[in-house]
């Protein structure tokens, strides 16, 4: 008698918890504001707890400035500005440097922290927040005393005091690429955070301590909407660089109009990320999970449109569906965790609102089977096909893990409903063919493009949006620009 051979579809792991340790993690029970050096109490501000969107526990109390508080920062801004703008390039390159070695040194407590106040896998938090938040200051440090450079050779001076708003989604880091460009061409900053992620800003602002930053050269103000929409109507400001999404932004610019306050907007986006037939399909699946799971799809840049070519789109669904199912979801603090919780509650119903809106616009919805904590935000990954260029999935970002799959039969369709979008952030094309790929990237209208990859971000490398997204660059010789007066 012959055994049957023995049957193998497809290999499950079962992974045994990893959990990161919070024991080494200090954090104060309440921080006050960071203005002129010093944390400080509010004047007219309050306190508020800031919730884990995984245990919707409180992990510290932070203040929120008041109307008061914004005007002592950039009082303290201002008095800085002359004194930070006359110290010699190599000096103001050496505090960056410094902070950027600081951020090293306390990178797995910034990495846990981003975490436990975010709701980001800490997998993500260590090796992309952190690692690209100090590679932001080292490289800035290496652009101070090269300025005129970066600009063709003009000569430049800093535009003075900057108000700088970042959204939740990548705390730390975009206090980093705001704050590393502004100081290196030697303006002053007040940094608001976003209500919800408070805390790596505040240990940023220890950092910045320890480095002996020159008081009042950058405050850090936590604080809510009320708090951003105050900073920018600040008349003591000449900059405001906001990251947010494009309703603020278009209210901030509206506010601004016919004073001398120039602005960066870095917006919203609908990303397309496009797989032609001769793609590696197996690695473009890898992009199009990277593209639109990572940080649980609070991504500006998301690859949340999916257009695949019709003759592939079978063969690529089966696959995506497939990988998603080995996405494990749960606690962010586990090392093995792909997809953490929702930043909010008031995310969470966003990212439901419109997932029912395309299952009621007739759009098929998948989302993957997995057991969800109890407390928490969380959502599972999601898919939907069937999806009409006019749906409310394929037009609005959604900034969650869901992803709307189109289709396309030829380049010139694809071209067509990439760009049938009023934002025009980021796009990713799997190709094998390199002409292809330069002759479609070019063809979008998209700050960012990237090819074979998705969601790959460098210093070096200048990121902005087109129409919606936004204006203005950050990262490389590019996210100078905003904060130079050239002559
Ligand atoms: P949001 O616009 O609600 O908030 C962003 C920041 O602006 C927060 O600090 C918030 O407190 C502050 N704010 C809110 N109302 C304000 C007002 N009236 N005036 C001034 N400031 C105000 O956005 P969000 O929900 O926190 O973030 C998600 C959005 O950010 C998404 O649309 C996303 O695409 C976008 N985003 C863009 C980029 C980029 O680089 N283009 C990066 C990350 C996030």
Redesign the pocket.
């Known amino acids: 008698m012959t055994t049957p051979p023995e049957v193998r579809s497809r290999i499950v792991w079962d992974y045994a918890p990893a959990p990161e340790s919070p024991d080494h993690v200090r954090l104060r029970d309440s921080y006050g504001l960071f203005v002129d050096g010093d944390f400080r109490d509010p004047l007219d501000g309050t306190r508020v707890p800031t919730l884990n969107p995984a245990t919707e526990e409180p992990v510290a109390e932070v203040a929120f400035a008041g109307p008061a508080d914004l005007r002592r920062a950039v009082e303290s801004a201002r008095r800085a500005q002359p004194g930070w703008a006359a110290l010699s390039a190599l000096e103001r390159s050496k505090y960056l440097f410094r902070i950027a070695r600081l951020i090293q040194e306390r990178a797995r407590e910034l990495a846990i922290v981003e975490s436990l106040d975010g709701g980001k896998p800490v997998r993500e938090s260590r090796d992309v927040d952190v690692p690209l938040a100090a590679a932001h200051f080292f490289h800035y440090a290496g652009w101070a005393d090269k300025l005129s450079y970066g600009v063709g050779g003009r000569a430049v001076a800093p535009v003075g005091v900057a108000a700088q708003?970042?959204?939740?989604?990548?705390p730390l880091l975009?206090a980093a690429w705001k704050l590393a460009p502004a100081l290196a061409c030697g303006n002053t900053s007040v940094l608001?955070?976003?209500?919800t992620t408070p805390l790596t800003a505040l240990l940023l602002a220890e950092i910045l301590q320890e480095a002996e930053l020159p008081p009042g050269v950058v405050s850090i103000v936590p604080?809510?909407?009320a708090?951003?929409?105050a900073?920018?109507r600040e008349p003591d400001i000449d900059k405001v660089a906001?990251?947010?999404?494009?309703?603020?932004g278009k209210?901030?610019q509206a506010a601004l109009a016919g004073r001398p306050v120039s602005l960066t907007l870095?917006?919203?986006?609908k990303s397309a990320n496009i797989v032609f037939e001769d793609a590696a399909l197996d690695q473009a699946v890898e992009g199009i999970v990277n593209g639109i799971f990572f940080n649980q799809g609070h991504v500006?840049c998301a690859g949340s449109r999916l257009l695949i070519q019709e003759s592939v789109a079978d063969t690529v669904i089966g696959k995506l569906w497939e990988r998603m199912g080995r996405l494990r979801v749960g606690d962010p603090l586990d090392k093995n965790t792909d997809v953490g919780a929702i930043n909010s509650r008031e995310q969470l119903e966003r990212i439901q609102s419109l997932v029912s809106a395309g299952e009621e616009e007739g759009a098929v919805r998948r989302s993957i089977a997995c057991e969800l904590p109890e407390r928490g935000w969380w959502f599972a990954p999601t898919v939907f096909t069937e999806v009409a260029p006019a749906h409310r999935i394929a037009v609005e970002?959604i900034?969650g893990p869901v992803v709307s799959v189109l289709t396309f039969r030829t380049q010139a369709e694809a071209i067509e409903k990439a760009n049938n979008s009023t934002y025009g952030?980021a796009a990713g094309i799997w190709t094998d063919k390199g002409a292809k790929a330069f002759e479609v990237a070019s063809a979008l209208q998209a700050g960012v493009v990237w090819q074979n990859t998705y969601n790959h971000f460098d210093p070096t490398a200048a990121?902005g949006?087109y129409k919606e997204?936004?204006f203005g660059r950050e990262g490389g010789p590019a996210g100078l620009r905003p904060y130079l007066r050239v002559t």
Do not use: Q, Y
Not at 242 to 248: I, K, L, N, W
């Open positions: 708003i970042v959204p939740w989604n990548f975009m608001k955070p976003a209500e604080g809510d909407g708090a951003g929409a900073l920018v906001f990251t947010g999404s494009t309703g603020v209210d901030i870095e917006l919203g986006g500006c970002e900034f952030l990121f949006g997204s936004g």
